[in-house]
């Protein structure tokens, strides 16, 4: 490790999560003091964690002023807490509908809203969302999840426009398949796990699935200063299986 995020201060959401306890960890090798917010209690191995739910918006507000008290500024806010409904739009509610935008992209809203006075005092403040492959094409039955990461990946162009100006950098990154706790929900209705994981990994020209370490990786590349000329882009990181075609499968 190179101490890539020396001084610098992050606050990570899901940072419990699969995804999210990989970026933390990455994070504090570098040299980054770490905060996480997560609506459950994670694995903590020399980091801040507080238990909020991110769609709250009063919980947040008091939450944001004892970060304010307490840390003063941060410079980086990886916004990665999220949830998946498989479902068609049939087979939806309305209650599971809103739940989701509440938590895929209110939260985000919400948590990068608040998190925007912190960032300002930063010299090189950066804001890293998560979007997916699944924003740009769909899975069958994730309707919902689907609409919520095309919205990130707008939401992300949009304030990477409107806060460049003050010096905030605004990216997303867009995942393929990851092992983490939210695939192994997706596969564990539909039969046996590492089955299921076996043939997800077929699924990719590099007949691999992502690990959370991976994603991690490319979240510290954003987060430094070597990607001080990245802003507004969608960051696809799935072991080619967008690049193909079904003819592959042939
Ligand atoms: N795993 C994948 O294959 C994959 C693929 C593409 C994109 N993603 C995205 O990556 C991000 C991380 O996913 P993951 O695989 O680590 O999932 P995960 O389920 O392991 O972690 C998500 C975390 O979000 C937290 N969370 C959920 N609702 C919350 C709320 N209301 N307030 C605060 N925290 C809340 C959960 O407690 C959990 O710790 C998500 O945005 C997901 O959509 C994942």
């Known amino acids: 490790m190179s101490d890539r995020l020396l001084g610098k201060r992050a606050l990570v959401t899901g940072g419990a999560g699969g995804i999210g306890t990989a970026i933390c960890r990455r994070f504090v090798e570098e040299g980054a003091e770490v905060i996480s917010l997560d609506i459950a209690s994670g694995k903590l191995v020399g980091w801040t964690e507080f238990q909020v739910d991110i ?12 970060i304010q008290t307490k840390w003063n500024w941060l410079d980086v806010v990886v916004n990665a807490a999220g949830i998946e409904i498989e479902k068609t739009i049939e087979e939806t509610t309305l209650a599971e509908w809103n739940r989701i935008f509440a938590i895929n992209v209110t939260g985000t809203f919400l948590v990068s809203k608040l998190s925007l006075p912190l960032l300002r005092k930063s010299d090189k403040g950066n804001i890293i969302n998560f979007g997916s492959y699944d924003g740009f094409i769909a899975d069958p039955k994730l309707a919902a999840y689907c609409a919520t990461k095309g919205a990130i990946h707008a939401l992300t162009k949009a304030m990477a426009c409107d806060h460049g100006p003050e010096g905030i950098r605004v990216n997303a990154i867009c995942p393929g398949f990851v092992d983490t706790p939210m695939l ?6 539909n039969g046996s796990v590492q089955d299921l994981k076996k043939d997800i990994e077929k699924l990719h020209p590099t007949n691999t699935m992502g690990q959370p370490e991976d994603i991690a990786s490319l979240v510290l590349w954003l987060a430094s200063d070597e990607a001080r000329y990245a802003s507004g882009q969608l960051w696809v990181m799935d072991g080619g299986l967008t690049a193909q075609v079904q003819q592959m499968n042939l």
């Not at 769609?55 to 004892?66: H, I, P, V």
């Not at 192994?184 to 209705?189: D, Q, T």
């Open 55 to 66: 769609t709250d918006q009063a919980e947040l507000q008091e939450l944001f002023g004892k």
């Open 184 to 189: 192994e929900s997706f596969v564990g209705e």
